[in-house]
């Protein structure tokens, strides 16, 4: 045997024999720097030359002579204790110091040894492994619950005491430090039991609830609840405020009746929105002092935009100016103009705010049939000097001397003579032309007949005269006084007939009522909210828009889909009609339309040169 225990230390002194794994260990080792010759975690690190002493209370297996030292720990738990007998023992002579009762273990890796799981919520928590917080979807309120702050405390009771309790609760104390509040209920003479107190800990610096008696005694049948303030309700709503703009107060109400099953007055649920969305967007006046900042940061950051101002007045006392009007317009909308018909629409609309402003709005439309926003405004009043100035912006910023313009607008008074006075609108520049759907509501405002509101409408939008003089002999006949009002406006400017073809099709502003109604709900906002959604929206319009350009272009199309739609249905029409008659000195044809069923046969003249 002592020849065998010689031979082992032997095989253990020749250099490069690697070491024992740093993960194994004996019981009752404390030596630290066993097995410190080579670790488990240096992949791919060159062996070493040096080997590490074995530890004191190390004794080797008589069987494992060849193997190296990380083979000398026992494959299973079941051999923990294993015999004596099988062990050699070592001559007496120098070893003394070993311990033959020595007791051997499986190694275990770093990765198999399990800890305590900390929750993620009590990581920021100090000097605690462990906290209890509030969740909503839960609502359980329990003793030793931390809070942030107090205002956190205060809004998981409330959600607790109106989504799972359903009884309501009133204030006794609160301080800095203290929060109590009690049942609001009884029965039979008896005052609920139901109690949360909170105080704040230094230590922790968190709120705690300290004292909860968590069992309602009462009975509460009542079908609303005195908790649902509008602060509360503004908690429901800030994201979808912050989301749709004209989210109304009929979602509102609805909402309150899913989230909590009571019902809110329209008032309450009236002045919680208007709460909301002076959280989510500012104040007006706030609003007001942050405009000239955000238009700036636009001008810098997209060079090219316009933005001009003009003020009634400056204050001395406060050394502010006073708004008045104020003009924007985006560079890739003025770009972008430049590729439409010369036809401009515009219209005012309110502003559902607390000092009534309009908001001025030009556009345009491009080959897509689809609307492009030119310009905006924000005046006080929809008068004369309001749209004289909105409409030499327009002109020096948006149209920039391009000839040959057609506007389409209402019959306001003040808007007419702007018109007029503006060089770009009037003849031989440009052309003025009225709404017709405007035309007919004035109509029908006057006449108030519904059959002849439908003629009107049919006599403005006739392209033939002779058919429009047919239908204007039909009103007479049915009302001299309705056949008067439309006669003593001028023809030109609200009939597609005698229009001379300046409208390219186009008989209303619906052109700008489309973005009246993108920004509905934008205009119960302030100022600087309205502005920024007006930017969001024109930058969605541009980003959808260039997704179908480039698609066109990869496929070589070179006309837009509602161009390319308009050719083929007119291709086919002029299959079926007959040139009688050409000239080539005035670059006209006549033309004889197809006979149908009560109508057909007709002769049109047609200039090639226009």
Known sequence: MSNQWGEYMTLLATPG???????????????????????????GAEPTQSHTPLSENFIPHENDAEDSADSFVNESDEASELDEAEYPIPPE????????????????????????????????????????????????????????????????????????????????????TKWKVLCKHSTEGQWCK????????????????????????CVNMSLSHGNINRVYIASLHLGHVKCSPSYGIKYVIQNVKDQTGYDVPYQKAWYSLKMTREIVYGTWECSVQKLPKYLGAIKKYNPGTIVEWKHKGFQQSTGKYVMGYVFWAFKQCIDGFQFCRKIISVDGTHLYTKYKHKLLIAAAMD??????????????????????????????????GRRGMCLISNRHGGLIIAVREGPDFVSPHGVHRYCLRHVCSNFNSIIKNVVLKDLCWQAGSEYQLRKFNR?????????????????????????????????????????????????????????????????????????????????????????????????????????EHTVTKYSHAQQSASVVTRRQIGHGMNTHVVKIAN
């Not at 019981?27 to 992949?43: E, I, K, L, Q, R």
């Not at 109604?517 to 319009?541: F, Q």
Request: net charge positive; with cysteine; hydrophobic share 35%.
């Open 93 to 176: 002579d120098g070893l003394d110091h070993v311990d033959i009762n020595t007791t051997f273990y499986r190694s275990i890796p770093f990765f198999e040894q399990t800890f305590p799981e900390i929750p993620a919520d009590s990581v920021d928590v100090p000097n605690l492994r462990y906290a209890k917080f509030y969740n909503k979807s839960e609502g359980r309120l329990d003793k030793g619950m931390l809070f942030k702050t107090k205002e956190e405390l205060m809004e998981a009771v409330k959600d607790h005491s109106i989504r799972h309790a359903r009884s309501e609760y009133y204030v006794t104390e609160s301080s800095k």
């Open 194 to 217: 139901w109690e949360v107190r909170g105080g704040y800990k230094p230590k922790i610096r968190r709120w705690e609830i300290t004292v909860y008696k968590g069992t309602h005694t």
């Open 471 to 575: 239908i204007m002999e039909e009103i007479k006949k049915q009302s001299v006084k309705a056949f008067a009002y439309l006669d003593q406006i001028n023809k030109e400017k609200w009939t597609a007939s005698l229009d001379g073809g300046w409208r390219c099709g186009i008989l209303t502003t619906n052109m700008s009522e489309c973005i009246n109604g993108v920004l509905k709900g934008a205009r119960r906002l302030p100022v600087s909210a309205l502005v920024e959604i007006t930017l969001e929206r024109t930058v969605h319009y541009f980003r959808v828009r260039a997704i179908k350009g480039h698609k066109m272009l990869q496929n070589n199309q070179l006309w837009t889909d509602f161009a390319c739609k308009m050719f083929i249905s007119w291709q086919q029409k002029a299959v």
């Open 17 to 43: 024999l690697p070491s024992c794994s740093n993960t194994d260990y004996l019981a009752g080792t404390s030596n630290p720097d066993y097995g410190a010759g080579t670790s488990n975690t240096d992949f």
């Open 367 to 400: 080959g897509s049939q689809q609307v492009l926003p030119l310009a905006f405004a924000i005046v006080d009043e929809e008068t004369y000097p309001c749209w004289k100035w909105f409409l030499q912006q327009l002109s020096r910023h948006v149209i920039r």
